[in-house]
């Protein structure tokens, strides 16, 4: 089973920059579909940004343009980036894959593996 491990987060002072990583290892199968999600307290989890290798990218209507997945397969990596952050970008990131595209990859109940998150913290 693959293993993915996101990294990046922290504390960012708003109007910087904030590039995520998320690697994936110790699998025997490709898993070609990678998305990104965030989930605030009392917040349900949201869909973020939606890769397929080789194929596209879809973003969720609460990124509004201010995101950017994108992904380096040799190092096993997909990255999530944004410029100029806002305040209510602070939430904690995960990373999810599929080796086939979920019925609905807006829900992350479609998502069966995950990495533990990483936190994004958003100063003024």
């Known amino acids: 089973q693959v293993q993915l491990v996101e990294s990046g987060g922290g504390l960012v002072q708003a109007g910087n920059s904030l590039r995520l990583s998320c690697v994936a290892s110790?699998?025997?199968?490709?898993?070609?579909?990678m998305a990104w999600f965030r989930q605030a307290p009392g917040k349900e989890r949201e869909f973020v940004a939606f890769?397929?290798?080789?194929?596209?990218?879809r973003y969720g209507d609460v990124v509004k343009g201010r995101f950017t997945i994108s992904r380096d397969d040799a190092k096993n990596t997909v990255y999530l980036e944004a410029n100029t952050l806002k305040p209510e970008v602070a939430a904690v990131y995960y990373c999810?894959?599929?080796?086939?595209?979920?019925?609905?990859?807006?829900?992350?109940?479609?998502?069966?593996?995950w990495g533990q998150g990483t936190q994004v913290t958003v100063s003024s």
């Open positions: 999810a894959a599929s080796p086939t595209t979920p019925n609905n990859i807006n829900n992350s109940t479609r998502w069966c593996i």
């Open positions: 890769s397929w290798r080789g194929v596209g990218v």
């Open positions: 110790g699998g025997t199968i490709t898993y070609t579909r």
